[in-house]
Each structure stands twice: as C-alpha cells, then as structure tokens.
C-alpha cells in the first residue's frame, strides 16, 4: 500500500490483519491509525461498540444504534454496559463505511445513504438522512412520543426510565410506535435529555433546544506551539456550537472571556462529569515541564554519591552482552544502561563512561544498521508503521509489536537509550540520525502529509489527552492502556532526542505530550482517598488503576491478578527517570499508594524487582526506611538497578516533604508568550543551565569542607 522510504527495509507483516474494507479507497492512500479511539469500528465486523462520550454508538447491520450507559460499579472494576437504547437506519441491512477521520472525530456513511459524523464529546448523535426508509427501533417499550407543533422537536419517553429528543431540520412524522410517516430527508440530533439517574430539568431541555441546530462535521487539533493545544471544529446549521469537556479539559482551558462554561449543563461518563462548553474553538494551556538528563535538585549530600558511585562500579563491571531479542525487553535492558551513564555524569564519575558508551553502541547499533542476529526493524508496507522482524511473522512475537500493540512503550525505550548515547557521542548521533527519526516517528509523527510513512500520532488520544496501547485487536470495551509511566518514557524520550539533535519541534511536542500524559495519570489512574471521579466502593479497594479502557476500569493487570498490588504500583512507575519526579510529585497521595501496597509484600513469591519500585516511593517520606529495604534486595527489575533505585532515593530533596494540591501534579504555569516556540526552547535550556550552576556551586561548597585552599 506504501511505498517504503523508511530507513529500515519494508516487510510483507503476515501477522496484521489487511486493511479491512470498512475504509474508503480514499484513506487507503495514507498509513491508517492503528490505535484510534474508534478502532473497533474497521476491525473484524466492525459491530462492536465505541465510546463517543457520553454514549456508546454501535453500527451493525444498516443500523446506528446509540446508547447512554448506565454505569456498573463493583470494587474490582467499573464498565458501562451496552444497551440498544435507539436505534436508527435506512436501509433493512448492509456494512458501514469510514468515509473520514480526524484528530476528534469520524464519519460514518451507512446504507441509505445515512452519513454520521461521530465527533466526540458532542451532546447530540448527528445524523444525516440522504434517502432510504427512515426507522427507529428500541429495545424498550415506548411509554410516550410527543411532538412540538411544526414536528421538527420529538420527545420520546422509554420505560427504563430515559427521555430522548430527535430533532429535525424539516418535517418529522414520528408515531407513537416510533415508525415515520413518509419520507425524510434532512439532519436529524438525537440527545439523551434525563434518564432514572439524571432527572429531567427545564433548563437542560432550553439548552438542548438553544443549540440544537449548529452541529459539527469534523475537527482539527493544533500543536504547532509547545504545551498548547487548540481544538477546531468544523460546523454547519446556524448558531453556536455546544461540546462537552472532561475533567482535564477544564483544567487547562483558556476560558474566554464571555465564559462560554455552562456548568448546570452536565452528562455523566467514565471519566467523570462532563460539562457543557460554548463555542467552535477551545484553547488548552498546558503547563510547561522541564526536560532534564539529570535530578531536578541534584544530590542532598556527599555521603549519597559515594554510595551511589559504589553500586555504580559494580553495576557498571557487571554490563555484559543483553540475552534476549525481545523488542520489549532488550529496549528496557539498554535504557537501564543508559541511566548508569546519566547517573555516572550527575555523579561525576566520568571515568566510567566511555564503558558504558562503548557497551550502548555495541548493544544498539545493530538494530539500526540491520546486523542484529534473531530479530530487527522493519516497514509495514501493510498498515505503514516500525515493526519488528518477529512481529511480521506471529501476532503474539514481541508482545504484539506486529499487530501494533504497545509501539509506544518499546520505541520509548529504544528513543531513552539512542537519546543518551547520542548525547555521549555525537559522530554515532550523526551516522544513524535517519534511523533513529524513523523510530521515534513510528509514534511521534505530527503531520503526516510531509511524509507517506506513519499515521499521526499513532498511540496519543488527543481527545482524552492520553495514550492507548491495544494496536489492531477488537476489544469489547475500547482501546486500553496499562502503563501510563512507560508512555510517559516513550514521549519524555522523544523530547530528549530533541535536545540532542537541537530539534525545537521535536522537543515541544514530546514534552507538550509527556506534561498531558502525566496530568491524565494523575486524574484517572491515580486512585487518592478523596477521588470523586470513581465511586467508594472502588476508591475504597484502590489506590492505583490495573488497566484502564476507553469504557471500562479494572484493577486486574494483563501479567497480574489485581491482589498483587506491588505489580499495579510498579508497572505505573516504571522506568525510574527524573521525569518520574514530577507525575509522582503529591507526596501524600505516595504515602497513600505504599500502605495500601505494602500488605501484599508479605505474600509468598513475591518478586524482588517489584518490591523496589515499592521502596522508592517510600523514600520520598521516609528515607531511612526505604534505604535499609533497598540494601537488602537481592535482585532488581530488568529494566532498573541499585544504582538508579539509590539515585533516586539519595535524591530527594526538602521539596519532596511538602504536600502537593491533589490532581495538580504539575509546576506552576510559566507566564510567558507560549505562541514562541523559541522562547520555550530557551526558557528550557536557561532552567537547565541553572540547575547545572546550582549543582556545582552545592558541589564546590561540599568540597571547600574537605580541602584547605591557600590564601589569596
């Protein structure tokens, strides 16, 4: 389908599905998302339902079929069932085609022709009749239909307790049984307006009667200026547009002037209430975060960094060649090393550098000139992506790399370890920059018409303001993720490739994701005692989620029963990186994570690995104690080390005892020109510089206590 200009050979992936005839030919021109909020639309049937807050939309058989979810809560998990609440077609049968797409919306062409704009967060299912025979259906009997006198408004009471409105923009001839008089043709909205847990109001009516005749088509999200993100929607009708926001949403939006916020205006949803926003563009202002290679406050005391230096000569005399081919694994393996350089540096401990370097090169190199023996790189011609050489060939190779499940999270690590070595040595960055643009692009590209290799933003939910992980495979509850702390790697390591190669657009949109991904941690995946996103039943069982899906929330893991709670705290920390001080920044909520972990550390089989992730949380309130328990490990997680557990531990500075406000994990915005890509560049590079002065003047200090210096 694509021609390969990628830096690594083109494949025939035999382990991917082909692209399913769901797409119009149009779109098969370009790499198609693998990863998409509404992926289960083009996989297998396409009859499973997605997600389109605040309701789940089906399409099956010629058939649109909406739903407003009622939410089923248990200590274990939480999901949305679906429910045949409305349907509408025009056509008795047939498929759907996806004859669009962008960053926050699709459109739906069903047999008829019925055309759908799917765009998310809209209060209305829009739906565009252009012939056939009109039908609604329901699963429910029909208590009552009435109709506004010109029968362009139609309120339809259910016996589940729902009220739904159809609006038309001509004539409707909609009977009690819900079957329509003659033809139609024309728009039609469709909005849920009160259900048993929502009862109805006069006021939410007024509302979706006021803006019932502006709906959007399409939308556009623009990163062209670091930590901003501006929403557009395409609309047709007359009026103002209205649109739903989610939690992290609010938190960062520009709010105009004439506050377009509508607040009595609310639908509930998986992720919390959504509130009503005025208004075809939205303005979000994400707080600028440092990319730092080193701490943010460096080493408290001279005692620290002899024991950090200690395990580090060991950890480094111990480098010996990585026994694995897994993408997945020997990406952790080489990023572990690359931390043991980094540390070495903040240490200054040069010495032993040019060991670890010259082990980076000899461990990554082949993977980016073609010699590595049992696996390697290659281009999916198929969908347009970076897979490996296992994954083309078997769908369950390298944790699903060939069906594109966790690109992200491999990718990252390889960015982390290529950024450090590229750091270290800058001929080795030169020779092999088209390969190490060609990974990180597999998940970082933002404007895929400058190329024909990788869709955009291939893992990044724009929408939701997160990641998803699940690649080409249909799920029941949407797209999924795990690991909010290995995407938060992937798009932090990204950002550093962008210090190395002096690439300001590569450093602002990886640190622009890298700051959503970690605010999105913080209000979903982080469980605190006074969330009021998830009910007391689960709040009370959880301090941290297992996996979240675009419709369900579960505290069992892919690898692990949700009892081992040290593999939930664990796989939401992992890799341990400087960046890992900012989304773990609320101490209490910390303190919070590790008590209620730490009972199931006494079970029987519990792995050395995991129990280190659980002890340097504890050290950001209790140092001591977590040091002695760091000591007495007998083993580390691949993809970690005494050394770096230590450098964090002997890191921690006085900031780390004080309380951060719940939710808001993030530093205070910097009140500055952000339209200045270069301003952010600088401003980044000037912090760093800073920290670095501050550093060494501690370091000059410590060393005045042990030398004596002759007078002047």
Request: proline letters at 5%; charged letters at 20%.
């Amino acid at each position: 389908m694509h021609k390969s200009l990628s830096s690594f050979p083109a494949i025939d992936n035999t382990a991917a599905p082909n692209p399913p005839p769901f797409f119009a030919q149009n779109l098969l021109r370009r790499p198609l998302p693998t990863n998409a909020a509404w992926q289960n639309f083009v996989l297998k049937k396409g009859n499973q339902p997605e997600y389109f807050h605040p309701y789940l939309v089906q399409s099956e058989n010629g058939a649109l079929t909406v739903c407003y979810p009622a939410r089923v809560v248990h200590p274990a998990f939480i999901f949305q069932a679906f429910v045949a609440n409305l349907s509408i077609s025009c056509a008795p049968s047939g498929a759907h085609t996806l004859t669009s797409f962008d960053d926050l919306s699709l459109t739906l062409e069903l047999p008829g022709p019925l055309r759908v704009p799917l765009v998310r967060g809209s209060p209305y299912i829009t739906c565009i009749v252009e012939g056939g025979d009109l039908k609604f259906s329901t699963i429910h009997a029909v208590l009552n239909v009435s109709s506004s006198n010109d029968s362009t408004k139609h309120k339809i009471q259910f016996n589940n307790g729902q009220t739904w409105l159809v609006y038309s923009s001509a004539l409707l001839k909609l009977n009690s049984d819900l079957s329509v008089s003659g033809s139609f043709q024309g728009v039609l909205r469709l909005a849920l307006l009160s259900d048993k847990f929502d009862q109805v109001t006069d006021e939410k009516e007024q509302i979706l009667d006021r803006f019932s005749t502006c709906y959007p088509i399409s939308a556009q999200v623009d990163l062209a200026a670091p930590f901003r993100i501006c929403y557009k929607w395409e609309k047709k009708g007359w009026g103002d547009l209205l649109m739903l926001s989610h939690s992290v949403h609010r938190h960062i939006m520009t709010v105009p002037a004439d506050d377009s916020v509508i607040p009595e205006f609310i639908y509930r949803s998986m992720d919390g209430d959504l509130v009503g926003i005025v208004g075809d563009s939205w303005v979000l202002e994400e707080t600028h975060i440092p990319i730092n290679w080193h701490s943010i406050e460096g080493f408290e005391s001279r005692k620290g960094k002899k024991a950090v230096v200690s395990a580090l000569e060991h950890d480094v005399a111990d480098l010996n060649p990585i026994g694995t081919t897994s993408t997945y694994f020997y990406g952790k393996a080489i990023a572990r090393a690359a931390r043991l350089a980094l540390i070495a540096e903040e240490a200054n401990c040069h010495s032993l550098i040019p060991r670890i370097r010259e082990f980076l090169e000899q461990s990554i190199t082949p993977w980016l000139d073609g010699t590595f023996v049992g696996n390697g790189f290659v281009y999916d011609k198929k969908w347009g992506g970076l897979i490996s050489k296992n994954g083309a060939q078997d769908s369950g190779a390298d944790f699903g790399l060939g069906v594109y499940n966790d690109h992200h999270y491999h990718f990252g690590y390889f960015c982390y370890a290529i950024a450090v070595l590229a750091k270290l040595d800058q001929n080795w960055a030169r020779s092999f920059k088209p390969q190490v643009y060609s990974i990180v692009k597999d998940f970082m590209t933002v404007n895929p018409e400058e190329g024909v290799l990788y869709t955009r933003l291939r893992n990044f939910d724009l929408w939701k303001l997160h990641s998803w992980a699940g690649g080409l495979t249909e799920f029941a509850d949407g797209r999924n993720q795990e690991s909010t702390s290995e995407a938060l790697n992937a798009y932090y390591s990204a950002a550093l490739l962008g210090l190395v190669y002096e690439d300001t657009n590569l450093i602002g949109i990886g640190s622009t994701l890298a700051a959503l991904e970690m605010r999105s941690a913080v209000a979903w995946w982080h469980v605190p005692l006074n969330s009021t996103v998830y009910e007391s039943e689960f709040v009370q069982e959880n301090r941290i989620m297992g996996v979240l899906w675009a419709n369900k929330r579960d505290s069992g893991l892919w690898f692990a029963p949700a009892e081992w709670r040290e593999c939930r705290l664990g796989i939401q920390l992992l890799p341990i990186l400087p960046i890992t001080e900012l989304l773990f920044a609320d101490v209490g909520f910390v303190k919070q994570l590790v008590e209620w972990t730490v009972p199931a550390l006494s079970r029987e089989g519990v792995g050395e690995g995991w129990k280190g992730f659980v002890y340097a949380l504890e050290s950001m309130y209790d140092k001591d104690s977590a040091l002695q328990k760091v000591k007495a490990l007998k083993g580390y997680d691949d993809g970690n080390s005494l050394t770096n557990l230590l450098w964090w531990i002997y890191t921690r500075g006085n900031k780390h005892t004080r309380p951060v406000v719940p939710g808001d994990c993030l530093p205070v915005p910097v009140q500055a020109d952000r339209h200045c890509d270069l301003y952010n560049l600088l401003l980044s590079f000037k912090e760093s510089t800073q920290l670095e002065l501050q550093r060494l003047a501690a370091e000059i200090q410590e060393l005045k206590k042990y030398c004596q210096f002759p007078a002047q």
